[in-house]
């Protein structure tokens, strides 16, 4: 057995993974309509959503927000550190595990930008545009990354071959690291995550996320828009306005 240490690996994608979930268009209808039918609206667990989907669009166009809550996913998350610092500025409605540096030695993969991440940033703040950059520049980019992520990993394992903490030793580690954390939402919650974290032309207010978190939203509202179809739709409908 070798006890060379894993050489840095290098990625452009993130993953996402729905590892449970209690969320479907019927949890809207149910404690929506207890509102009305009191212990009567237990019956609404057996309907087909089907029949309810104008009172799931007046729920959503009037943003009658409390029905979309009481539903839960769970998400496996894996992403550049960076990306965590960015998701975790979502509070309400959110519970977050993250992978600890403290208790265990971290693995040396990295975040790199594939050709068709956008390079070249323009504008004045609040009035960003990102452009295509060149050729030259992504190898620029990516070597300038590859080089920097090799040299911190190697002082990473320096600092825990003589000893030191992974609580001390992790410190020199880059944000370009990929962690993994559990993200627990419920739709409102994840309603309006998408309504900052992608850029749509139907936003009724439009959005301008980095691309490496709106890579994680694309896959959490896939998965989500197959456990609430009727839910997403009227989500789509009425501009991706979280209710």
């Known amino acids: ?59 959503m166009r009037d943003r009658h927000g409390t029905p979309f809550e009481h539903n839960s996913m769970t998400f496996f998350i894996s992403a550049p550190i960076f990306v965590f610092r960015e998701f975790h500025r979502h509070r309400s409605g959110w519970s977050y595990n993250e992978e600890s540096g403290r208790y265990r030695e971290l693995e040396p993969v990295f975040y790199v930008p594939s050709e068709d991440r956008k390079l070249v940033q323009q504008g004045r703040p609040g009035k960003y545009e990102f452009h295509e950059g060149t050729p030259e520049q992504h190898r620029t980019t990516t070597g300038a990354m590859e080089a920097a992520y090799r040299e ?32 627990t939402c419920n739709a409102r919650s994840l309603m309006h995550f998408l309504s900052l974290r992608t850029r749509r032309e139907n936003s009724a207010v439009p959005s301008f996320p980095q691309r490496e978190i709106e890579m994680v939203a694309e896959q959490m509202e896939e998965q989500w828009a197959q456990l609430m179809p009727l839910t997403h739709a009227a989500f789509e409908k009425h501009g991706r306005v979280a209710p």
């Open 1 to 59: 057995m070798s006890d060379e240490p894993t050489a840095p690996s290098f990625r452009s994608d993130v993953t996402v993974e729905l590892v449970r979930s209690a969320a479907a268009d019927s949890d809207v209808i149910w404690s929506a309509r207890v509102s009305t039918a009191g212990e009567q609206s237990l019956e609404a667990l057996q309907q087909d959503p089907e029949k309810s989907r104008g009172l799931i669009n007046f729920l």
């Open 152 to 183: 911190s990993y190697a002082r990473y394992q320096e600092m825990l071959a003589a000893g030191v903490a992974r609580e001390v030793a992790r410190a020199v580690l880059p944000v370009g690291l990929f962690s993994s954390m559990y993200a």
